[in-house]
């Protein structure tokens, strides 16, 4: 059982977050990261709570057949009373605990949950935390929801152990019962012994068997709301990686003219609505092109619809007059990504550049030719430690402006054709967006740059800027021109 365990946690653990990593972007912008993280651990509670119950209660109900079947043989009346009486009072008691043991399960699913919630983002949060003094409102609420877990599992343990106590009183005052019959019966005082003797063996093999019966039904109970989760998200995950895995090997995108938008639309699931509303646009291979507008615009969307993230509901995005949605894997593999916000591993400079990438799968020249190009390479050599030094969480020993050129250093890394900025310099003061910026005009006319911005800086020396408004593209250009002839435009720059 101990190795059935660990085998079967390994497995699904594994397969279930493999499952999480191959599926659609749109996946995660449904489910929160705490979510996926509780239903990894669930796979414990799952294995815990139905499979090893499920092993015991047959083991165990094979042997109390086993039993009566001899029982039957020997005294097949005393055989049906115990049988009778049992099937009936055990009926009884499941159907009593059944709901109990359901809301259990419910409950410490969502406790569980919610709690994980919680210290993911009181300890993500930390700066913020300490600055405004919430350390208190994360504190009760992951408390809240810690007593809401420990307590459904106290209660668990308390009926999943009573039965016990019901099994032998039941089972003793049908001994009683039973021998009570045969003694006002009139049966030969011999018979009786014999017959008394061989039901006391009996009963006293049963109990423990009945006793942990009762125990799995009731662990059961409670572990199937976190089966049913579980199990509904390997079954598609399982699906999704499969497919992706599969498509790896097919069809190559050649990227060596243009990527071309007609007719790109798209709404987010539960939105009033669109995002992008009939979009057309061409971004020549080597161009520096820019993409802007208003707060919710649909400039994300926009690039994250180019990338492939997000599958339009119409339309299509081509390189080259393919759609990219039939090569998938290989035209991402063509796009290096900087988000506003850049994520670090608790890591060395190297493996934050690599990014995924094991030493064997990556040379150490290509990481200085992605730090030089981002800019960074001085700096990393002055280190004592150099490639090797360790960036703290989410890179705490480093300065905004290192950290968003490890991102630029990051993308560049395999030599990407496409490089996608999506608000890279939106949280950077002023000379770091210069400098910032600098790393990136040294790769104009080498590389298709996509620039996501809001502040209008950063796109000056975009060859051309596409403005959207309300998920339309209203006015496309020069920086110069647009402030000719896009009020909107004109507007956001004097703001």
């Known amino acids: 059982q101990a190795q059935f365990a660990s085998v079967n946690q390994y497995q699904w653990a594994s397969r279930l977050f493999r499952g999480y990593l191959y599926n659609p972007y749109l996946f995660h912008l449904k489910y929160n990261s705490a979510e996926l993280l509780r239903n990894v651990n669930l796979v414990r509670n799952t294995i815990q709570l139905v499979f090893l119950p499920l092993m015991v209660f047959f083991t165990e109900a094979t042997l109390v057949v086993s039993i009566f079947i001899l029982f039957v043989w020997i005294d097949p009346f005393s055989a049906l009373i115990v049988l009778g009486g049992l099937g009936i009072l055990g009926g009884s008691y499941y159907r009593l605990v059944k709901g109990k043991m359901n809301a259990l399960g419910e409950r410490i699913k969502l406790h569980d949950g919610k709690a994980i919630q919680q210290l993911y983002q009181g300890l993500s949060s930390i700066k913020e935390v300490k600055i405004l003094g919430r350390e208190e409102f994360f504190d009760k609420a992951f408390s809240k929801h810690l007593w809401g877990f420990t307590h459904a599992n106290y209660i668990n343990q308390v009926i999943s152990n009573s039965p016990r106590y019901y099994n032998e009183t039941i089972m003793v005052?049908?001994?009683?019962?039973?021998?009570?019959?045969?003694?006002?019966?009139?049966?030969?005082?011999?018979?009786?012994?014999?017959?008394?003797?061989?039901?006391?063996?009996?009963?006293?093999?049963?109990?423990?068997?009945?006793?942990?019966?009762?125990?799995?039904?009731?662990?059961?109970?409670?572990?199937?709301?976190?089966l049913e989760e579980v199990y509904s998200h390997l079954k598609f995950s399982r699906k999704y990686a499969a497919n992706v895995i599969e498509k790896k090997s097919l069809n190559k995108m050649i990227f060596e003219r243009e990527i071309k938008l007609r007719n790109i639309s798209y709404?987010?699931?539960?939105?009033?609505?669109?995002?992008?509303?009939?979009?057309?646009?061409?971004?020549?291979?080597?161009?520096w092109v820019g993409i802007v507008g208003p707060s919710g615009s649909g400039k994300t969307t926009l690039s994250d619809v180019i990338i492939g993230l997000?599958?339009?509901?119409?339309?299509?995005?081509?390189?080259?007059?393919?759609?990219?949605?039939?090569?998938?894997?290989?035209?991402?593999?063509?796009?290096?990504?900087?988000?506003?916000?850049?994520?670090?591993?608790?890591?060395?400079?190297?493996?934050?550049?690599?990014?995924?990438?094991?030493?064997?799968?990556?040379?150490?020249?290509?990481?200085?030719?992605?730090?030089?190009?981002?800019?960074?390479?001085?700096?990393?050599?002055?280190?004592?430690?150099?490639?090797?030094?360790?960036?703290?969480?989410?890179?705490?020993?480093?300065?905004?402006?290192?950290?968003?050129?490890?991102?630029?250093?990051?993308?560049?890394?395999?030599?990407?054709?496409?490089?996608?900025?999506?608000e890279a310099t939106s949280a950077l003061d002023n000379k770091t967006e210069r400098d910032f910026m600098k790393a990136i005009e040294n790769l104009s006319g080498k590389k298709t740059i996509i620039s996501v911005a809001h502040r209008l800086t950063s796109i000056k020396s975009c060859s051309t800027i596409f403005f959207l408004d309300n998920g339309h593209l209203s006015n496309s250009g020069t920086y110069e021109s647009l402030l000719e002839k896009s009020p909107k435009f004109r507007e956001m720059v004097q703001l």
């Open 267 to 287: 709404e987010y699931n539960g939105s009033s609505k669109p995002s992008l509303k009939s979009v057309f646009l061409t971004i020549p291979k080597k161009s």
């Open 310 to 422: 997000l599958n339009p509901l119409s339309g299509e995005v081509l390189v080259d007059g393919k759609d990219i949605h039939g090569s998938l894997f290989s035209w991402q593999q063509q796009i290096g990504y900087v988000p506003q916000s850049i994520y670090l591993i608790d890591d060395s400079i190297r493996n934050n550049v690599a990014f995924g990438l094991g030493q064997n799968n990556i040379e150490e020249k290509q990481i200085w030719k992605a730090l030089n190009l981002a800019q960074l390479d001085g700096f990393v050599r002055e280190l004592p430690n150099g490639l090797n030094t360790i960036v703290g969480e989410n890179g705490t020993r480093l300065s905004g402006g290192q950290k968003q050129r490890i991102g630029i250093a990051r993308a560049l890394c395999h030599d990407p054709q496409v490089l996608v900025l999506d």
């Open 173 to 226: 005052m049908l001994v009683l019962g039973t021998m009570s019959f045969y003694l006002f019966s009139g049966e030969n005082l011999g018979t009786i012994l014999v017959t008394f003797t061989l039901f006391i063996v009996a009963v006293i093999r049963i109990i423990p068997s009945a006793n942990r019966i009762t125990w799995a039904v009731t662990c059961l109970q409670v572990g199937i709301p976190s």
